[in-house]
């Protein structure tokens, strides 16, 4: 018969490397929608899973600017911060990615942000807007991938500081208050393949400023478009589209009023 202790102690030095195999080689936590979530819970994933590259706290109400502070110690390996309908604001992200460069010694590295959909009103702590947009260029150059859908104070002026994003491949700027303007600067990011502009109110001119006016014209290498709800879209926006947009691979213009004629014309686009 095995002394019982001496199984105990077994069992418990397993657990316990168990544990720290772990800590060392988790890569990724979802938390999305957790009700409760104190400043206490973040530090501790920060200080025993070191190895983390991807966190999605998307719909955790209560997580904020002080929550968003516990993340700098994982800073050296985080690369996907995923923060959708959470309590964070331009304050907050600008103070995180400050100091992750202090705690680092360079910029961020991460590739993937998502900020959509954190919209409150101001005494509550402020949106995200332009303020956010502006520092990301000089704060995480590394950026491939963004998303602000939802978020009304994102407008044209931050939009003209994204294109200093040379990596940036993929952006989601659906309801917010982009407009034909910003559709300039958009198109001359060279590295964007995915591009969601949506309810926009866009017009069939930053349709064109968006692609070229014509194919000499244009440097864009879009693959996938969603002009979703841009009710003032007519045909001429169309046939621009089937002239120009050669790479484009998924095109979405649901809901834009368009008639089956136009749209059959929008098919020859995706051949």
Same mark, same amino acid.
């Given at each position: 018969?095995?002394?019982?202790?001496?199984?105990?102690?077994?069992?418990?030095?397993?657990?316990?490397?168990?544990?720290?195999?772990?800590?060392?080689?988790?890569?990724?936590?979802?938390?999305?929608?957790?009700?409760?979530?104190?400043?206490?819970?973040?530090?501790?994933?920060?200080?025993?899973?070191?190895?983390?590259?991807?966190?999605?706290?998307?719909?955790?109400?209560?997580?904020?600017?002080?929550?968003?502070?516990?993340?700098?110690p994982l800073s050296r390996t985080l690369r996907c911060l995923r923060l959708r309908g959470t309590s964070v604001s331009d304050d907050g992200i600008v103070n995180y990615l400050t100091e992750v460069k202090d705690f680092l010694g360079v910029t961020s590295h991460l590739e993937v942000l998502d900020l959509s959909a954190i919209e409150k009103p101001?005494?509550?702590?402020?949106?995200?807007?332009?303020?956010?947009?502006?520092?990301?260029?000089?704060?995480?150059?590394?950026? #491939? /991938? &963004?998303?602000? @859908?939802? =978020?009304?104070?994102?407008?044209?002026?931050?939009? +003209?500081? %994204?294109?200093? !994003?040379?990596?940036?491949?993929?952006?989601?700027?659906?309801?917010?208050?982009?407009?034909?303007?910003?559709?300039?600067?958009?198109?001359?990011?060279?590295?964007?393949?995915?591009?969601?502009?949506?309810?926009?109110?866009?017009?069939?001119?930053?349709?064109?400023?968006?692609?070229?006016?014509?194919?000499?014209?244009?440097?864009?290498?879009?693959?996938?478009?969603?002009?979703?709800?841009?009710?003032?879209?007519?045909?001429?926006?169309?046939?621009?589209?089937?002239?120009?947009?050669?790479?484009? #691979? /998924? &095109?979405?213009? @649901?809901? =834009?009023?368009?008639?089956?004629?136009?749209?059959? +014309?929008? %098919?020859?686009? !995706?051949?």
């Amino acid at each position: 018969y095995l002394n019982t202790m001496d199984v105990v102690k077994n069992v418990s030095q397993v657990s316990r490397k168990m544990n720290r195999l772990a800590f060392a080689h988790v890569s990724m936590f979802d938390l999305r929608a957790l009700p409760k979530l104190t400043t206490n819970d973040i530090r501790r994933i920060s200080e025993r899973f070191r190895s983390l590259s991807e966190i999605d706290f998307s719909y955790c109400r209560q997580f904020g600017n002080e929550h968003l502070k516990q993340l700098v110690p994982l800073s050296r390996t985080l690369r996907c911060l995923r923060l959708r309908g959470t309590s964070v604001s331009d304050d907050g992200i600008v103070n995180y990615l400050t100091e992750v460069k202090d705690f680092l010694g360079v910029t961020s590295h991460l590739e993937v942000l998502d900020l959509s959909a954190i919209e409150k009103p101001l005494e509550r702590g402020g949106c995200i807007s332009d303020k956010s947009l502006r520092i990301l260029p000089t704060l995480c150059p590394s950026l #491939k /991938v &963004l998303q602000v @859908g939802w =978020c009304i104070e994102v407008t044209d002026d931050g939009i +003209a500081d %994204l294109a200093n !994003l040379y990596h940036l491949k993929e952006i989601d700027l659906s309801l917010t208050s982009v407009t034909d303007t910003g559709c300039k600067a958009l198109g001359t990011m060279v590295s964007l393949r995915k591009l969601d502009l949506s309810a926009c109110n866009l017009s069939d001119a930053g349709v064109q400023e968006l692609l070229g006016r014509d194919n000499l014209d244009s440097s864009n290498q879009l693959e996938e478009l969603f002009l979703r709800f841009n009710k003032s879209l007519t045909p001429s926006s169309v046939l621009h589209l089937a002239k120009v947009a050669t790479n484009i #691979k /998924v &095109l979405d213009l @649901g809901n =834009c009023g368009l008639t089956k004629v136009n749209s059959n +014309a929008a %098919l020859r686009v !995706l051949r």
